[in-house]
């Protein structure tokens, strides 16, 4: 890709640091961000191209390792296969989620080649996560949801940002 792409690690509260892909997009004003929430296999270099697609499109797109510090010897996803990330995407609690995914907004927001505005895509899983975002987070400006479970009934009233679902059938 032509575009600029770093891993970085921000910190995330409580004590908390998550690594992160970051892929910058070429513009000359501020840019939007994206938050793009990987699926159950942890963030896979599918999900890494996710973000450079996003960044071809404009926005600053930033993808968590939300499996960071919970593998072998404090690792992400790079030190567990696909069942083991599967395994530890199992035993990660939602609040500490929806924290690290807010922290990731936060330090893309606080770029200086990025806007105050930042909305969330997910897969899967991240789907699933990408809807909770929605309800957690009134500042969110949209959510993009890819196959996930919506939240649950009580919840759906929280949010305050358009929320675009993507579903297959037949």
């Known amino acids: 890709s032509p575009r600029h792409g770093e891993w970085v690690k921000y910190d995330a509260g409580a004590g908390d640091s998550v690594r992160a892909w970051v892929v910058y997009p070429e513009r000359s004003d ?5 938050v793009v929430i990987h699926e159950i296999f942890g963030l ?6 996710v973000t450079d697609q996003l960044a071809a499109e404009g926005f600053i797109a930033i993808a968590p390792d939300l499996l960071t510090g919970k593998g072998p010897n404090g690792g992400g996803t790079s030190s567990v296969d696909r069942q083991g990330a599967i ?8 609040d500490e989620v929806q924290r690290r995914l807010r922290a990731a907004a936060a330090y893309a927001m606080a770029l200086p080649a ?9 897969f899967c899983w991240g789907g699933s996560t990408s809807f909770a975002f929605a309800t957690s987070w009134p500042d969110l400006k949209g959510a993009a949801v890819y196959y996930g479970t919506p939240p649950a009934d009580d919840a759906m009233g929280r949010i ?7 579903y297959g059938g037949d």
């Open 114 to 122: 990025a806007r105050q505005a930042a909305a969330s895509v997910g």
């Open 160 to 166: 305050r940002s358009p929320v675009a679902g993507f």
């Open 87 to 94: 395994a530890l995407i199992q035993g990660l609690k939602p």
């Open 30 to 34: 501020k840019a939007p961000v994206v």
């Open 44 to 49: 896979t270099d599918w999900i890494r191209s």
